[in-house]
């Protein structure tokens, strides 16, 4: 929801460690597969139960996400980095609900189960809406260097953070939370499958 206000002071933000780090030979997809492993790290600190570490590592996560993209703009983007940057955020959002499910099964996992479903709504109808609009040569407005069509909504990368963030410093309270999530998450599937069928008729 607020992901387009973001982006640019992000870019900002990140152009000069982006500048540094190309000058000294690190590439965008070295740090997507370096942000990504650490990423995975926060499965194993949520299920024993290691929250702040836990959140230490989906924050550097998110860093390094935001850091390949302003990498590849200094060097040159690429279709690889585009798909490997994508499909490892979605992979990373489903370990975070299940490490909580993992840290207390019989609290969590429902929720933790609903959650994931209702990532794989938003995050299927994102990129379907993506490759229809790649076919069709459409670019968004709001994202003119992403890698691929970025269509909005409710729930988005920003408002993603600050979800994981809230229920690692709370971590008593991820069920109602997750719920809630949720809840966002199917909104913004019914607004990109509206969006899709007006924009694909």
């Known amino acids: 929801m607020i992901d387009a206000r973001l982006h640019p002071l992000i870019r900002r933000w990140l152009d000069l460690p982006a500048r540094a780090l190309v000058r000294a030979g690190v590439g965008a997809n070295q740090i997507t597969l370096v942000g990504f492993c650490i990423g995975v ?34 060097t040159r983007p690429s279709d690889r980095g585009a798909f490997i940057d994508i499909a490892f955020d979605f992979v990373f959002y489903a370990l975070v609900p299940l490490g909580f499910a993992l840290a207390d099964p019989a609290a969590n996992a429902l929720a933790a189960a609903v959650l994931i479903v209702a990532f794989v709504g938003a995050g299927s109808s994102f990129l379907a809406f993506a490759v229809i609009a790649g076919q069709r040569g459409m670019r968004p407005e709001a994202f003119p260097k992403k890698g691929i069509y970025y269509l909005g909504g409710l729930a988005e990368g920003a408002e993603t953070i600050g979800f994981f963030v809230a229920v690692c410093l709370f971590p008593q309270a991820f069920g109602p939370l997750a719920y809630l999530f949720a809840l966002a998450c199917a909104i913004t599937t019914l607004f990109r499958l509206l969006q899709g069928w007006k924009a694909f008729a």
Request: aromatic residues 8%; hydrophobic residues 70%.
């Open 41 to 74: 790290l926060a499965l194993p600190a949520l299920a024993f139960g290691h929250f702040w570490l836990a959140l230490l590592a989906i924050l550097v996560n998110r860093l390094l996400d935001g850091l390949d993209g302003a990498v590849a703009q200094v």
